[in-house]
């Protein structure tokens, strides 16, 4: 069963706006985990935030956590048409030591 | 670093026969992970393994699907006898440690079974 699920499912923006995507999961986590798909590809890890962290950031991403409403978003500012992809966030449960990955957004950036 | 290598890249094959997909993780990481990837389910882990033992095959669909790790650098997934319905794209991932951090995954296989 899916854990995470990423709203929206799909998002179409220009280049240089800023794209938000959602994700909301059921259970308790260790730890929150944000990968990129580009088409035809395999997922690139983006960025993990442990339970205990409420914010990250690397370079133009931006990731919040909060638990109390089991929710996470990713924030990609100033987007680029090389952004592009499928976004899927991933969770890992306490005890366990896989990965249960969302649906994930589509985003579409255009020039 | 090559990154983790799948092959074949893409298979077609008749339902009935036997497929085998291969993975070679990073060398050093020692949690392997096999998914599959479809429209419908989306990513499903089907197993991990962990210091070339299977951790977890819960995920593994019927009694059709096998997978091995002889060794550190190598893994195979086999489905046999293929079906329509396993027409998908396989994964291979690794990672450090015993999993639940940061995966290095594959280029994929996509598997069309007729």
């Known amino acids: 069963s899916q854990q995470g699920e990423e709203d929206p499912q799909a998002l179409s923006i220009q280049e240089g706006e800023n794209a938000t995507m959602n994700c909301s999961y059921k259970?308790?986590?260790?730890?929150l985990q944000w990968y990129r798909q580009n088409s035809g590809r395999g997922l690139v890890h983006l960025i993990l935030?442990?339970?205990?962290?409420r914010e990250k950031h690397s370079g133009r991403l931006r990731v919040t956590l909060d638990t109390s409403k089991k929710s996470s978003s990713l924030l990609i500012t100033a987007s680029r048409a090389a952004d592009t992809a499928s976004y899927f966030c991933?969770?890992?449960?306490?005890?366990?030591?896989?990965?249960?990955f969302g649906k994930g957004t589509m985003l579409l950036v255009s020039p | 670093d090559a990154g983790v290598i799948q092959s074949p890249r893409h298979e077609v094959t008749e339902m009935g026969q036997e497929v085998t997909l291969r993975c070679k993780p990073i060398?050093?990481?020692?949690?392997l992970f096999w998914y599959r990837q479809t429209m419908m389910r989306g990513l499903e882990l089907l197993i991990y393994f962990n210091n070339n033992v299977p951790i977890d095959d819960s995920g593994m669909p019927e009694d059709r699907f096998s997978a091995k790790m002889p060794n550190a650098s190598f893994s195979t997934l086999k489905i046999q006898p293929s079906e329509p319905r396993d027409s998908a794209v396989y994964f291979c991932a690794s990672s450090f440690g015993r999993g639940g951090y940061e995966q290095y995954f594959g280029p994929g296989t996509r598997l069309t079974v007729t």
């Open positions: 259970t308790s986590i260790n730890n």
């Open positions: 060398s050093g990481h020692n949690s």
């Open positions: 991933a969770t890992v449960s306490p005890g366990y030591s896989t990965l249960t």
């Open positions: 935030i442990r339970s205990n962290e």
